[in-house]
């Protein structure tokens, strides 16, 4: 962290990096991200409609898969898909550079290796996921209107009715702050398990499930960290 923060200049001075970044893990993920998000709500929606029938109105559907959404499923669910997308590539990436010894050779050169790959990855992830994310929670709730008024048969004001009495800002704020965090940590946690990666062949296969798994426990971590810090 210390070393990319020194180096965080880079995303100026090599900002076509970044931005090629940018396009290769947030813009490449997000039709895996949207799929996700539309099965996502539509279960959201269905076991909203399970746990609620026979107990509460039905109007309060809306407003609970609202929540749920933006709150926890958008968030976590697509950061730990992108933890297996992103994450686990760039493990691979700087893993096969390092055992390959390209990255020993940009050191020779006194091209500073966590200036040229680690922080254009870094800063793209950590400004994409909170965009793939509003995407997701976007499509989610989509997912959910279609699931309840075209095969449970509720009406569209029964389910996006009360939604504008239970929106808030801050819980809008809180999702996106979650997801500037995952991304920060998994594309960190890809970054840190590739520049030490050793073994050859082996060695990458085993950096990048390493990393895989990482990312993931860091996001469920952070999850509850910054649930109890946020509410």
């Given at each position: 962290m210390g070393r990319v923060i020194r180096e965080s200049g880079a995303v100026v001075s090599r900002r076509h990096l970044f931005f090629r970044e940018c396009v290769r893990l947030g813009i490449d993920s997000l039709p895996l991200v949207l799929i996700v998000g539309a099965f996502t709500g539509a279960v959201s929606g269905w076991q909203g409609h399970y746990q609620l029938e026979g107990y509460l109105p039905f109007d309060l559907i809306g407003p609970a898969t609202f929540k749920a959404i933006v709150l926890e499923l958008g968030p976590v669910l697509t950061a730990l898909i992108i933890a297996g997308r992103v994450s686990a590539s760039i493990a691979a990436e700087l893993g096969s550079m390092k055992v390959t010894e390209q990255i020993d050779a940009l050191e020779s050169m006194a091209i500073s290796s966590t200036r040229y790959l680690a922080v254009p990855r870094i800063a793209a992830m950590t400004f994409m996921m909170p965009i793939l994310v509003a995407q997701a929670n976007f499509v989610a709730l989509m997912g959910a209107a279609f699931v309840?008024?075209?095969?449970?048969?509720?009406?569209?004001?029964?389910?996006?009715?009360?939604?504008?009495?239970?929106?808030?800002?801050?819980?809008?704020?809180?999702?996106?702050?979650?997801?500037?965090?995952?991304?920060?940590?998994?594309?960190?946690?890809?970054?840190?398990?590739?520049?030490?990666?050793?073994?050859?062949?082996?060695?990458?296969?085993?950096?990048?499930?390493?990393?895989?798994?990482?990312?993931?426990?860091?996001?469920?971590?952070?999850?509850?960290?910054?649930?109890?810090?946020?509410?």
């Open positions: 309840l008024t075209m095969i449970l048969n509720l009406t569209s004001t029964q389910f996006w009715g009360l939604i504008p009495n239970f929106f808030y800002i801050y819980d809008v704020f809180s999702g996106l702050l979650k997801a500037f965090f995952f991304g920060l940590s998994s594309s960190m946690i890809g970054c840190y398990i590739g520049f030490r990666t050793t073994g050859g062949a082996e060695g990458v296969g085993a950096a990048t499930i390493t990393a895989f798994v990482w990312s993931c426990l860091a996001i469920l971590i952070l999850d509850f960290l910054l649930a109890m810090m946020l509410f």
